[in-house]
Nanobody, 122 residues
Framework: QVQLGESGGGLVQVGDSLRLSCAAS????????MGWFRQAPGKEREFVARISWSSGSTYYTDSVKGRFTISRVNAKNTVYLQMNSLTPEDTAVYYC???????????????WGQGTQVTVSS
């Protein structure tokens, strides 16, 4: 069993930055992939970014490349999503998730956090 807890969401203005955190507990994470997903009102959940816990390799969806950075601190069992140059299109509930495969598909992830709201106001 793995527990995930997100934090760092909030209400910001266009062009602002936020850093989301996801703290994991309950299992050794070295063989897992951590992912960030988001779901906007009335839309399906979409993949945002992922990071391999062991290698640190990353992958992003096209719409956030160059603006978002995913990283992890092994000693803290924590993954971060640094979000810069935010736009109203980034408004969503952001979820972190952990899975055994490097995937962009939510169904491949086994455990999910409760989500944190990010609202970008114009």
């Amino acid at each position: 069993q793995v527990q995930l807890g997100e934090s760092g969401g909030g209400l910001v203005q266009v062009g602002d930055s936020l850093r989301l955190s996801c703290a994991a507990s309950g299992r050794t994470l070295s063989r897992y992939t951590m992912g960030w997903f988001r779901q906007a009102p009335g839309k399906e959940r979409e993949f945002v970014a992922r990071i391999s816990w062991s290698s640190g390799s990353t992958y992003y969806t096209d719409s956030v490349k160059g603006r978002f950075t995913i990283s992890r601190v092994n000693a803290k069992n924590t993954v971060y999503l640094q979000m810069n140059s935010l736009t109203p299109e980034d408004t969503a509930v952001y979820y972190c998730a952990i899975g055994r495969y490097s995937s962009t598909q939510g169904r491949e992830y086994d455990y999910w956090g409760q989500g944190t709201q990010v609202t970008v106001s114009s």
